[in-house]
């Protein structure tokens, strides 16, 4: 019997209700149980693919090819269980296929409203495919309030009144906001959150309180009374150090027992659970034993959002090997000039990498940043995008071929890299064109690899296949793949039919990688992807040698 929990916000957004509902993941995990966790999104969008970093920060991309929210890459790092595309919707899907339902006349001539038929769609995207899951934790994005969120608390509301109180739970993550001159912590905001959330006809049974400092026990004492919670289900949401210590700051202060209790598991609630794993996790991040320094060489490094599970995954990187990662992040545009220091932000840098991205802007000083660790034997990391920068760099300046570039800039003469127009999915041919939608028309996903035997990144995964998630539209153009090979350029990673280079590298570089998938959507902090954990051990013999 699965038994869900809806997990809200107000007040305002990014309190955290997506850690709060991955942390709750991992302490149920720890108790022996199984869960699964889902987002409902309430922008119109049919999926985030198509929006900026800027306004939506990282896409994340499961192994099924959905593009889905950042806070799928906190459900998976925190639980290790794979997410999939029944794991998130946006209003803009749910509105497509009640719309596609209606010309196809399934609803029998039926008037199409949001209740019955929007709420109905978006209880069975909740309830779908979670038989065998003791736990479905189900994030609802925005904040009570929002316009936009209306349809999903009705539908949830809806769904708490047929699952009843044994199969369902309300949480409610609000902000305690504090007010220097008045000198305290005030309790309105969430006061005012919960009689909102009431207004639609839910009732939260647990509140998390997030906050900078402790909560007084008289302000706990308040807040239940008003809010018409038990005091002891009205659970501190502390600022933390470090995010992973979010799961051990919520055992202590109860929240998992809460969640047991409500649903009549009182025996389970007082077994203490398994947390070796995140002490240790912790115990690494606090207490390392060096540290190293990393640039990070982007075009949206002015909103971090965009880069959230390559930070986190380098942070796994210093977890493998006891040191503490600093990450200096970089505007790409700052190397084109080739101004006197242009370079000095790199100088003490012990390892470079360079991230995904769309569009020319910054490319040319990414390119620069490639030749800058190519030549200066510093440690060197290219993703997707940065991949290709560095096969056009070294078509550059070890073929000679001057006028090397991508197709994704524009016509050029030497298309190093180009449009990816036709590859294997399986069993199946997918095609793409210039005039296609730009939505989910990538190559998304996860995709085999056969790795070059004797080759770095063989030893490094310690395998002969390998299975990596992608998301682009641009490959590298294979008719170039021989003069790069005689120039020492080493496609160590191809594409099952030979045909799409999958991994670059340079051989006798201290280490010179680049991948054309997303290595950092498969790290976690228990399991750290292997490619970064290689990374940060080059990283740490070049802070010997500078």
């Known amino acids: 019997m699965t038994r869900f929990i809806f997990i809200t916000g107000g007040v305002v957004s990014s309190l955290g209700k997506g850690l709060a509902a991955a942390a ?6 720890a108790r022996g149980f199984s869960v699964r966790l889902r987002k409902l999104d309430p922008y119109l969008n049919v999926d985030p693919g198509t929006m900026s970093p800027y306004q939506h920060g990282e896409v994340y991309v499961t192994d099924d090819g959905a593009e889905t929210d950042l806070d799928l890459g906190h459900y998976e790092r925190f639980t290790g269980v794979a997410s999939r595309q029944s794991d998130n919707i946006t209003t803009g899907r749910i509105y497509s296929n009640v719309i596609a339902k209606e010309r196809r006349g399934d609803y029998l001539g039926a008037t199409v409203q949001v209740i019955p038929h929007v709420t109905d769609a978006i209880k069975e995207f909740v309830t779908a495919d979670v038989a065998d899951t003791d736990f479905l934790l189900c994030e609802i994005g925005g904040t009570v309030g929002d316009i936009e969120s209306l349809p999903f608390l009705e539908a949830i509301r809806q769904l708490g009144n ?43 049974s647990i509140l998390l309180c997030r906050s900078d400092r402790d909560m007084p026990a008289a302000a706990r004492r308040k807040i239940g009374l008003f809010c018409n919670i038990r005091e002891e289900a009205v659970i501190p949401a502390l600022d933390a150090s470090t995010i992973y210590e979010v799961p051990l700051q919520y055992h202590e202060a109860g929240f998992d027992r809460e969640v047991l209790r409500h649903f009549g598991l009182a025996p389970q609630a007082e077994r203490a659970p398994e947390l070796g794993r995140w002490h240790e996790i912790v115990r690494r991040i606090k207490s390392p034993e060096g540290e190293v320094q990393i640039a990070v060489v982007g075009k949206y490094t002015n909103l971090l959002d965009a880069y959230k599970s390559l930070a986190e995954a380098l942070t796994h990187g210093g977890i493998a090997n006891n040191v503490r990662v600093r990450l ?23 390892g470079i990498l360079v991230p995904g991205g769309f569009g020319e802007r910054g490319a040319e000083g990414k390119i620069a940043a490639v030749r800058y660790a190519r030549e200066r034997q510093v440690p060197y990391f290219g993703i997707c995008f940065g991949m290709q920068m560095a096969v056009i760099e070294a078509a550059r300046s070890l073929c000679g071929i001057s006028m090397a570039n991508s197709s994704e800039f524009g016509p050029t003469p030497e298309p190093i890299v180009g449009l990816l127009t036709e590859w294997v999915r399986g069993n199946m041919v997918e095609r793409r064109g210039n005039e296609d939608n730009k939505g989910g028309t990538m190559r998304l996903g996860a995709y085999d690899c056969l790795l070059k035997p004797g080759s770095h990144v063989r030893d490094i995964y310690g395998a002969a296949t390998i299975r990596e998630r992608h998301r682009h539209r641009y490959e590298v153009n294979i008719n170039y793949k021989e003069r790069l090979e005689r120039a020492g350029l080493s496609f160590s990673g191809m594409s099952p039919d030979g045909d799409l280079p999958e991994i670059v590298e340079i051989p006798g570089h201290p280490w ?28 740490v013999v070049q802070s010997r040698l500078v």
């Open 328 to 350: 200096n992040w970089l505007e790409s545009e700052q190397f084109e000039s080739g101004a006197p220091g242009a370079f000095d932000a790199l100088d003490g840098a012990h």
């Open 24 to 29: 709750l993941g991992a302490l149920l995990q």
């Open 162 to 204: 047929e699952l009843g109180r044994e199969r369902a739970l309300f949480v409610h993550l609000t902000l305690l906001p504090w007010i220097p001159s008045a000198g305290e912590l005030k309790t309105k905001p969430t006061q005012h959150s919960v009689q909102e959330l009431q207004s639609v006809g839910i009732q939260p």
């Open 512 to 539: 010179f990688v680049g991948v054309q998938f997303h290595p950092e959507l498969k790290s976690k902090p228990f399991d750290p992807h292997p490619l970064f954990t290689s990374f940060i051990r080059a990283a």
